[in-house]
T-cell receptor
């Protein structure tokens, strides 16, 4: 099973800041990585797939990078609506599909 | 517009059974793989099961293998999750989700581009 590890667990940030979230895979997954955003009481929303491709309708301030075992989600200028939990997910070697434990963005 | 809506969540006793449904609309249902993901209260996301567009290919998490069965009826645009021998650790919000892009009737990608609002299962005596 591929273990996905996200860091940090919680990030205290202010609107307008540049934010970088990390995700590490326990094995090489190429670029078979997706990022999701989840707000309280809502289903997750797909942000990025293939490590760096934005899903339809996702603002350009969200970008993804990385390959192999190290991945990054960057929010170039944090907006108030971006406070949420972010999950990475690998879809290279499965089953099982595995998610990271999530990174929570909280308002500083 | 793609819409997914789960049904069937309720309170069930340990050892009990339940069937969830996921009704889909706004796309050609039979050409997309579908997935169940669950989330225990206050916890992260856990993949449960996926099924190809044709229904011929299914996969399960070890935690549910042998107890849960995923299926679909493409004539009714509906996916199901039959759950048996439910345990306290199965309590969660269950989401159905659709692959972001089609990989044909036989493939499963598990990039989850569309999600339902979820249905809550509580397991308690």
């Amino acid at each position: 099973e591929i273990v996905m590890t996200q860091s940090p667990a919680t990030l205290s940030v202010s609107p307008g800041e540049r934010v970088t979230l990390s995700c590490r895979a326990s094995q090489n997954i190429g670029t078979y990585l997706a990022w999701y955003q989840q707000k309280p009481g809502q289903a997750p929303r797909l942000l990025i797939y293939g490590a760096s491709t934005r899903a339809t309708g996702i603002p350009a301030r969200f970008s993804g990078s990385g390959s192999g075992t190290e991945f990054t989600l960057t929010i170039s200028s944090l907006q108030s609506e971006d406070f949420a939990v972010y999950y990475c997910q690998q879809f290279n070697n499965w089953p099982p599909i595995t998610f990271g434990q999530g990174t929570r963005l909280e308002n500083k | 517009e793609v819409q997914l809506l789960e049904f069937g969540g309720t309170l069930v006793q340990p050892g009990g059974s339940l069937r969830l449904s996921c009704a889909a609309s706004g796309f050609t249902f039979g050409t997309y793989a579908m997935t169940w993901v669950r989330q225990a209260p206050g916890k992260g996301l856990e993949w449960v099961s996926s099924i190809s567009g044709s229904g011929d290919s299914t996969q399960y998490a070890d935690s549910v293998k042998g107890r849960f069965t995923v299926s679909r009826d493409n004539s009714k645009n509906t996916m199901y999750l039959e759950m048996k021998s439910l345990a306290v650790e199965d309590a969660a919000i269950y989401y159905c989700a659709r692959d972001y892009e089609t990989s044909g009737i036989g493939g499963i990608i598990v990039v989850l581009g569309y999600w339902g609002p979820g249905t809550l299962i509580t397991v308690s005596s």
